[in-house]
C-alpha cells in the first residue's frame, strides 16, 4: 500500500500563488504516476494535473499555463505549483498515486480563492 498526505492548501486572493504537495510512504516503488484532482463544493472530483515517473506531465484544460506539476523522486513528493488563482479553483485538492497494486488516495487539502 502508498500513503499519501497532502498539504499547502489556504486561503490566497485571486491571482495569487499556493504550492500543494503530496509526500508518499509505504510502497512507494510500485508507484508510477502521480496525480492532482480536485473537488469543489457540490461537485464531482475533477482531474488536474499528472505526472509519470519517467517525468511525461498532463494537464486539465481549465489549469494549463497556471498550474505546474513536479515530483522529487528522492523526497517521494509531487507537487502542484498553482500560479493567477481564480475564485473558480476553490476545491478540495487530492493527490493520487497510480501503483502496480492499485490506486491511493490522500485525504485532501483545501484552497479557497477570495478577496
Known amino acids: 500500500q502508498v500513503q499519501p498526505v497532502e498539504s499547502g492548501g489556504g486561503l490566497v486572493q485571486p491571482g495569487g500563488s499556493l504550492r500543494l504537495s503530496c509526500v508518499a510512504s509505504?510502497?512507494?516503488?510500485?508507484?508510477?504516476?502521480m496525480a492532482w484532482y480536485r473537488q469543489a463544493p457540490g461537485k464531482q472530483r475533477d482531474y488536474v494535473a499528472l505526472i509519470t515517473s519517467g517525468g511525461s506531465t498532463n494537464y486539465a484544460d481549465s489549469v494549463k499555463g497556471r498550474f505546474t506539476i513536479s515530483r522529487d523522486n528522492a523526497k517521494n513528493t509531487v507537487y502542484l505549483q498553482m500560479n493567477s488563482l481564480k475564485p473558480e479553483d476553490t476545491a478540495v485538492y487530492y493527490c493520487q498515486m497510480r501503483t502496480t497494486e492499485g490506486v491511493y488516495w490522500g485525504q485532501g487539502t483545501s484552497v479557497t480563492v477570495s478577496s
Open positions: 509505504g510502497s512507494i516503488f510500485s508507484i508510477y504516476a
